[in-house]
T-cell receptor
Framework: NAGVTQTPKFQVLKTGQSMTLQCAQD?????MSWYRQDPGMGLRLIHY???????DQGEVPNGYNVSRSTTEDFPLRLLSAAPSQTSVYFC?????????????FGPGTRLTVT | GDSVTQMEGPVTLSEEAFLTINCTYT??????LFWYVQYPGEGLQLLLK?????DKGSNKGFEATYRKETTSFHLEKGSVQVSDSAVYFC???????????FGKGTRLHILP
């Protein structure tokens, strides 16, 4: 199993550009989520999905879109990049949303917006 | 609302020292509690968990006991190694359908 994979590992964007961060998992997990990690802020939930075709907003959804057309893939789209979106982005998956389920994290994408 | 508070870092220790990283929580129900670890340049990975009061989670020499009376889940290790240098996150989740809530993380540096 590859687990949770993310691409790209690093990305530099100019303000106003758009891009898609890719996330895939091969564990047949129902639940997938996107977090951003900023210094002193810990992890903040952007969007999540409880299954194919179902997505919902997390704590900081503005400026981001998601879709879940398959169980395996959960891309995150930045519509018009802003310097405030400079961060490290992590995708995670699990069998369930909460409870005692373990979250499996990808290696992260480090995004810089200039 | 539900929340997790953990001690601020960075924490710097010498190799073989005793480690404690404090974590307290606020939850409306009966949460499951977790410690995740993030090694440099990597994503988070589960270190240990406990799902009910008085449970002790353990892994790789680390331990944490679910203390309902003090709403705490402190992480301990008797003798740390340089390879334990990482960021440690305390987290909770109350119900199956609830999101997991992370603390802000504690950076640990172990000096040889």
């Amino acid at each position: 199993n590859a687990g949770v994979t993310q691409t790209p590992k690093f990305q530099v964007l100019k303000t106003g550009q758009s891009m898609t961060l890719q996330c895939a998992q091969d564990m047949n997990h129902e639940y997938m989520s996107w977090y951003r990690q900023d210094p002193g802020m810990g992890l903040r939930l952007i969007h999540y999905s409880v299954g194919a075709g179902i997505t919902d907003q997390g704590e900081v959804p503005n400026g981001y879109n998601v879709s879940r057309s398959t169980t395996e893939d959960f891309p995150l789209r930045l519509l018009s990049a802003a310097p405030s979106q400079t961060s490290v982005y992590f995708c995670a998956s699990s069998y369930g949303r909460g409870g005692s389920y373990e979250q499996y994290f990808g290696p992260g994408t480090r995004l810089t917006v200039t | 609302g539900d929340s997790v508070t953990q001690m601020e870092g960075p924490v710097t220790l010498s190799e073989e020292a005793f480690l404690t990283i404090n974590c307290t929580y606020t939850a409306t129900g009966y949460p499951s509690l977790f410690w995740y670890v993030q090694y440099p340049g990597e994503g988070l990975q589960l270190l240990l968990k406990a799902t009910k009061a008085d449970d002790k989670g353990s892994n790789k020499g680390f331990e944490a006991t679910y203390r309902k009376e003090t709403t705490s889940f402190h992480l301990e290790k008797g003798s740390v190694q340089v390879s334990d240098s990482a960021v440690y996150f305390c987290a909770l989740s109350v119900n199956r359908d609830d999101k997991i809530i992370f603390g802000k993380g504690t950076r640990l540096h172990i000096l040889p």
